[in-house]
């Protein structure tokens, strides 16, 4: 089985090796994580001042730096669904008969496949108004609503080429089958050609979720009380202590890392699942 | 014109097909009685696939008439889906649909495309299973089938649709050689109930057999033609005797 495209996520995948890397297992990390972060803060603890650890401060925000980051996962969570409808109409565009459905979805696609991110976000959040109109109803436009709304159109882009490289990676003889038996080309996707799909969109689908997850700290840039603003803030109000750096950040690395590496594992295992079958 | 049985079920008349630069039909005529089957025989690249591919407008053409059951099919206004209604197609490579199994392949079009009532529906494609000799692979998927038997529920399923001719491009071409007699066997019993077939073939021997016609071609025209007995002991033209003593 091979793809047809060239998004790296629908390439093939290197078969994952058998044993996972020096025999760790995932909950392994774990602990390496923690002792990673707690170490530096530890070393550091003998010149604070105040009497309280950097650990020890560190619980004490640890609840608002979780809020934070729940806040990140539900920004990633609606842009991946807004991406997924989106991506999904663009990429049978893509695949339209009809020549200018095609070359637009085209274009959209591959514009908004090749801006950086952190660019498209600025977009959403100074060309949208903070408020729209509607008969008098006034419908508020706030900030992370905007940064979803940005974060949507690359992963549009993105879930629009994994569409078509899918349906393009089935074989023409599926077409042709379908076509004798007067299926119209709507039943035809429908019905067999996209259900046979989902199994090859799954991997890189979660793959772009995974890269979307960890892209949404940028939304700290422009302002969304995410996990790294709330991170700064807490910094900032603890006076700015260089000792607290690591131990901080080395936990918002944690929340993403304990969140990201099941899915990523995950989806090699969706890999290695669907690539014997198909 | 109002066709009827006495005509032909499928006649071509001056077929003139390329795909771009490249010629691969030059003027192919041959006409399908109802009940005939006829097999077309010719080298690799002579155009067979494309000519039989032809008839259930999979390929269209640029010059010429395709009539099938009266019905034109080299027409811009030309409505396919009625057309693959009545002309079944068979692959080399099967096409079955894999996320499927070998019962919902055969009963899936009559019940989406044709909208038969469910249960009757699934009543034909069980006894069309059977037919084909399959009892009990119902519910496997093609990837639990052998070759030989996922083109077999390939044939129930172009059957399961009621067509009044079927097309079969190299059926048994890429099955191991002890599964192509079970195949061939099952488009024999076709033939003697009476469907029309048309079918592209390098199986000699099941050709001379079946057929009621077998036609030669080359390079996009028909070079030659009669019935089997003729065809094989009687060939008049030096390519068909170059093919034949290849072949046989
Ligand atoms: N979709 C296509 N686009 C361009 N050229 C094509 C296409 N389909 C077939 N051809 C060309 O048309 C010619 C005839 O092909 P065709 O498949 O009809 O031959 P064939 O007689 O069926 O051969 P074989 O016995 O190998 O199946 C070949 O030269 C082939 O390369
Ligand atoms: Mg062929």
Redesign the pocket.
Same mark, same amino acid.
């Given at each position: 089985m091979t793809y047809r495209t060239d998004l790296p996520v629908m390439l093939p995948v290197k078969r994952p090796e058998a044993e996972p890397f020096l025999g760790l297992k995932l909950w392994h990390m774990l602990p390496i994580a923690l002792i990673a972060i707690i170490g530096p803060s530890l070393a550091f603890a003998q010149s604070s001042a105040d009497g309280q650890t950097p650990f020890g401060i560190l619980l004490n925000w640890a609840p608002l730096l979780l809020k934070g980051f729940i806040f990140n996962l539900v920004i990633s969570v609606s842009a991946m669904a807004l991406g997924t409808v989106g991506g999904a109409i663009l990429g049978l565009g893509q695949i339209s008969l009809f020549a200018p459905t095609r070359h637009g979805s085209w274009f959209v696609t591959q514009f908004f496949r090749n801006a950086p991110w952190l660019v498209l976000l600025f977009f959403a959040m100074f060309l949208l108004p903070f408020e729209i109109n509607v008969f008098g109803l006034k419908i508020p436009f706030p900030d992370w609503f905007k940064a979803i709304l940005g974060l949507s159109l690359p992963v549009m882009a993105n879930v629009s080429e994994i569409v078509r490289g899918a349906v393009r990676s089935l074989p023409s003889g599926q077409w042709e089958a379908a076509e004798s038996l007067a299926y119209t080309r709507l039943q035809t996707l429908w019905l067999i050609i996209l259900p046979q799909c989902v199994k090859r969109m799954l991997p890189p689908w979660m793959n772009l979720y995974s890269i979307l997850t960890m892209a949404t700290v940028l939304a700290s840039i422009v302002g969304v009380n995410e996990v790294m603003t709330l991170t700064g803030q807490a910094l900032a109000s603890e006076g700015g202590r260089p000792d607290l750096l690591a131990p901080f950040y080395g936990f918002v690395l944690l929340l993403f890392f304990v969140y990201c590496y099941p899915i990523a594992k995950f989806t090699v295992w969706l890999e290695k699942k669907y690539a014997v079958i198909t | 014109m109002n066709w009827t049985p006495a005509d032909p079920m499928v006649s071509l008349k001056d077929v003139h097909k390329s795909?771009?630069e $490249?010629k691969?039909l030059n003027g192919v005529s041959l006409d399908v009685m109802k009940g005939d089957v006829i097999c077309i025989i010719?080298? @690799?690249? @002579?155009?067979?696939?494309? $000519?039989i591919?032809c008839v259930n407008a999979l390929?269209d053409i640029q010059k010429g008439s395709i009539l099938v059951e009266g019905q034109e099919v080299n027409d811009p206004n030309l409505d396919k889906l009625e057309l693959r209604k009545k002309v079944g197609m068979v692959f080399?490579q099967y096409n079955l649909f894999p996320h499927k199994t070998a019962l919902q392949n055969v009963m899936m079009a009559p019940v989406r495309v044709l909208k038969q009532d469910k249960a009757k529906a699934e009543e034909t494609a069980r006894a069309l299973i059977r037919k084909v000799r399959l009892e009990g692979k119902e519910n496997a998927y093609p990837g639990e089938l052998s070759g030989g038997q996922q083109q077999r529920v390939a044939i129930a399923r172009s059957l399961a649709m009621q067509p009044d001719v079927i097309l079969f491009?190299?059926v048994t071409?890429a099955l191991d050689p002890e599964t192509v007699g079970e195949v061939l066997q099952t488009i024999k019993d076709l033939a003697e109930d009476g469907m029309t077939c048309i079918l592209?073939t390098?199986e000699m021997a099941f050709a001379r057999e079946v057929a009621d016609h077998i036609y030669f071609?080359d390079r996009?025209v028909i070079v030659e033609h009669g019935p089997p007995e003729t065809f094989f002991k009687n060939a008049q033209d030096p390519r068909t005797k170059e093919f034949l003593s290849q072949i046989l």
């Open positions: - | 795909f771009g $490249l691969v010719g080298p @690799s690249g @002579s155009g067979k696939s494309t $000519l591919r390929n080399q491009d190299e071409a592209v390098h071609t996009g």
